[in-house]
T-cell receptor, first 114, second 118 residues
Framework: KAGVTQTPRYLIKTRGQQVTLSCSPI?????VSWYQQTPGQGLQFLFE???????NKGNFPGRFSGRQFSNSRSEMNVSTLELGDSALYLC?????????????FGPGTRLTVT | AQTVTQSQPEMSVQEAETVTLSCTYD???????LFWYKQPPSRQMILVIR??????QNATENRFSVNFQKAAKSFSLKISDSQLGDAAMYFC?????FGEGSQGNLIFGKGTKLSVKP
């Protein structure tokens, strides 16, 4: 079974631009979570989607948004990019919501904002 | 709010030796899950081991075992017979216990970078 895939793997953007990152979960998984990883703040939760609905949201500004499609694929969008948005963005999928379901992580998208 | 603290930014171990990574957490909840994740330089986060708070028995997965002290809110990871492939960032994580359809996310510590010397 294929793992979680994220595209693109690397991205360079300029301040003020917007960016869209994509995550394809493991086949059959319906829950997708997004995390931001930076050297300073570590791993921080962005949001979780299940059955096309946002179930949970972390403490990030409204510039960060996401969505999930009927095939469970998810996208996250960051508008008006700032230098501090440079990070590794990780996507994790699980079969369903609920803490007993293990989360499987993708390789991440490395976003650099210049 | 729950917090997870890893007090060792870096650790080093000789190949074939044993190393213990520390993790403490703070929560007012009585039921929760604790995890250790491994993130090798390739960046793919992998689950190493998982502990359910209501289980007193410490979890074990091959060379990896935990020492779970619920009262002390401590959750350390022991790696036995260390191998070169164990070199990675290790993250301790907390997740509230909740039923399907409810909210919940992983709360991570800052990580411990483990080096394995040949």
């Amino acid at each position: 079974k294929a793992g979680v895939t994220q595209t693109p793997r690397y991205l360079i953007k300029t301040r003020g631009q917007q960016v869209t990152l994509s995550c394809s979960p493991i086949s059959g998984h319906r829950s997708v979570s997004w995390y931001q990883q930076t050297p300073g703040q570590g791993l921080q939760f962005l949001f979780e989607y299940f059955s096309e609905t946002q179930r949970n949201k972390g403490n990030f500004p409204g510039r960060f948004s996401g969505r999930q499609f009927s095939n469970s694929r998810s996208e996250m969008n960051v508008s008006t990019l700032e230098l501090g948005d440079s990070a590794l963005y990780l996507c994790a999928s699980s079969y369903r919501t609920g803490s007993s379901y293990e989360q499987y992580f993708g390789p991440g998208t490395r976003l650099t904002v210049t | 709010a729950q917090t997870v603290t890893q007090s060792q930014p870096e650790m080093s171990v000789q190949e074939a030796e044993t190393v213990t990574l520390s993790c403490t957490y703070d929560t007012s909840e009585s039921d929760y899950y604790l995890f250790w994740y491994k993130q090798p330089p390739s960046r793919q986060m992998i689950l190493v081991i998982r502990q359910e708070a209501y289980k007193q028995q410490n979890a074990t997965e091959n060379r990896f075992s935990v020492n779970f002290q619920k009262a002390a809110k401590s959750f350390s990871l022991k790696i036995s017979d260390s191998q070169l492939g164990d070199a990675a960032m290790y993250f301790c994580a907390y997740r509230s216990a909740f039923g399907e359809g409810s909210q919940g996310n992983l709360i991570f510590g800052k990580g411990t970078k483990l080096s394995v010397k040949p």
